[in-house]
């Protein structure tokens, strides 16, 4: 892959008007767009359609986490829109994940890259404390995500400064999938567990989830194409 190929735009919209326009200014200069809730509530999966006949590559962010059969039943669903990534939540269990890696199967070779979220790059460890979980948000993502490969997945989203104790403990051929990328030009807005792109590839990620550096930017593909030749 090219660095640019390693590059998933955050299209955190509701306005499919706006998810379009960047998806075709960005074509050929990223390796793909991320369309979350916020985008599929408002545009349904239509709107993940269009989307992808820019010919950008979806990252399916919808984390899908409920019951075994739900989340199987939602798998399914979702692999009509031919993602390139779709994801759940690990803290659903060996179970549930088992469940989405079935339901996803009969795609075949096309099949995308299931992932699980570990732990939120929003939280920190007195947030996990918040909540009853105990111990570091790091040593919650390395136990979660030893349980999601055991699943049968392909990976993980993490943030950057678990990545390297992640490919230690799980093998190079776990995909790790990491948000929270900001540029050191970049304001680090509401993630807490966040570091630059260039550093994030160093420790061993395979794909960055970079939003508003490039979406607010006011040229976005140059935003882009700056990112990409820090990575370089």
């Not at 985008?39 to 999966?45: E, V």
């Not at 111990?135 to 049968?152: E, I, N, P, W, Y």
């Amino acid at each position: 892959m090219t660095p640019a190929d390693r590059i998933f735009v955050a299209l955190d919209t509701a306005d499919e008007k706006t998810a379009l326009d960047l998806a075709g200014r960005l074509n050929g200069l990223v390796g793909g767009v991320k369309l979350g809730k916020e985008f599929f509530t408002a545009c349904g999966p239509e709107g993940v359609r269009r989307v992808a006949a820019t010919g950008a590559k979806v990252f399916l962010d919808l984390k899908f986490h409920d019951i075994p059969a739900t989340v199987a039943g939602a798998v399914k669903a979702a692999l009509r829109l031919k993602p390139f990534m779709l994801n759940v939540h690990a803290s659903g269990g060996a179970a549930m994940m088992r469940a989405a890696v079935a339901a996803a199967g009969p795609a075949g070779a096309g099949r995308p890259l299931l992932l699980a979220v570990t732990v939120l790059t929003s939280l920190a460890d007195r947030d996990l404390a918040a909540i009853g979980i105990p111990g570091t948000a790091d040593r919650q993502v390395l136990r979660l995500a030893a349980l999601a490969k055991g699943s049968g997945l392909d990976g993980v989203v993490c943030s950057a400064r678990e990545v390297k104790a992640l490919r230690q403990a799980l093998g190079s051929d776990f995909t790790l999938v990491v948000p929270g990328i900001r540029p050191a030009w970049a304001a680090a807005d509401d993630q807490k567990r966040v570091t630059t792109p260039k550093d994030a590839l160093a420790a061993g990620a395979d794909y960055l989830v970079i939003g508003r550096p490039i979406t607010g930017a006011d040229d976005p593909a140059e935003a882009a194409k700056r990112i990409a030749s820090e990575l370089a």
